[in-house]
């Protein structure tokens, strides 16, 4: 996979290394390959000076790894006795516990507020990074709109922040609380970049199960729902990977188990089939590099996905897409099977899209932001 600037290409390498392979990780295949072990992550650290160290805490989290990645490098650094090192990575992990257990108590509110008001939700992409936890909190519920505001506003307290294009396109709303960080983003009846999906929205409902985390008890995405949620996201919306993609992808295939059968079946409703297969091939051959063997998938897995990890370029801290012509064929065959479907809204709203990223591309170029666009 190419990388960006040398340090930003270090960073990432350390803290792909923390979270995806094993302190006492040596060979691969009886010997036949090395594979990357912590103490290199370690060596890298110990290296850098202050400054170095914020951006290497900042990039991850920037990557939602930051408890991941502080907790894998705390044992190397008690077995060599680096006290700097342990101070430094006990402060950042307090720092960070406190911020999430602040964010479970405010999340475990809300949902308990709403689903006995007739607002049932259930709490996507936030939590599926656990231990680490999202910078916003998101949800997602088959409510009215307005019921959903009203109870925010009269429950809570809180300020709606202001709407972009794309939030009202998505049906969604993001909400800032007194003594919350994280602003809290519902999505009301629709998910994707458009609201386009109403289909797949249901299922999130219909399947969703609970999760104990921190204490509390979370409606969450079952985990084929947590694939199709995090490709509509970084394969149709943002084009990049996080570190925390690879990981909580890993660990969805290897501990909790993928139907791979449900999985197309939900990822059919949306005519995304091909870029949940590619989003797959891409997290398997990033997990590869650091493990000596990639995920199992299934033969139709790989044989559907439309490009893998060699197409995967670092700029601007992130894994990036190629959006053209990788990802515009994409969106190209999502248009088309939502057509074929007869769903004339989903396809109207998806028709919108190369015109909201255009302006969103004008803005970013005329005021160095796309706020308001997206």
Known sequence: MPQG??????HLRALSILTLTEPSATKVNGGAKDVPRVSEALDHVVGLDARGRDEFLALADAHHVVVRAMQALSGPAAGTGNTDIIQWAS???????????????YLDSIVRTL?????????IKSLDHWPDVGNDLDLYSPADEKAIVRLMVDKFKARVEPRSWGDRLANKWNFSIEG???????????????????????????????????GYSFPV?????????????????????RICDIVNTANLIE?????????????????????????????SDYVKQYRGTGLELPPEVRATAR?????????????????????ASLYTRQVTETALRGDLPGTLRLSLLPYLASAAAVAAKVTGSDKGIW
């Open 5 to 10: 600037t040398p340090q930003e290409a270090k």
């Open 221 to 241: 995405p079952a985990p084929e729902e947590r694939i199709i949620i995090a490709t509509l996201q970084r394969m149709y919306r943002h084009f990049y990977f």
């Open 91 to 105: 402060e950042a992990l307090a720092h960070e516990n406190a911020r999430i257990e602040n964010a479970l108590k």
């Open 307 to 327: 490009f893998g990890g060699n197409k995967i370029t670092v700029r601007q801290k992130f894994f990036r897409v190629p959006i053209v012509p990788e990802g």
């Open 180 to 214: 919350l960080r994280e602003l809290i983003e519902v999505h009301s009846q629709r998910l994707g970049q458009t609201g386009e999906h109403r289909a797949i929205a249901e299922r999130v409902m219909q399947r969703r199960v609970t999760r104990l985390l921190g």
């Open 255 to 283: 501990t909790d188990g993928i139907d791979f059968g449900e999985l197309r079946r939900g990822a059919d409703l949306g005519g995304i089939w091909p870029g949940v297969a590619t989003y797959l091939v891409i997290a």
């Open 115 to 123: 689903d006995p008001a007739g607002c049932r939700v259930t709490v």
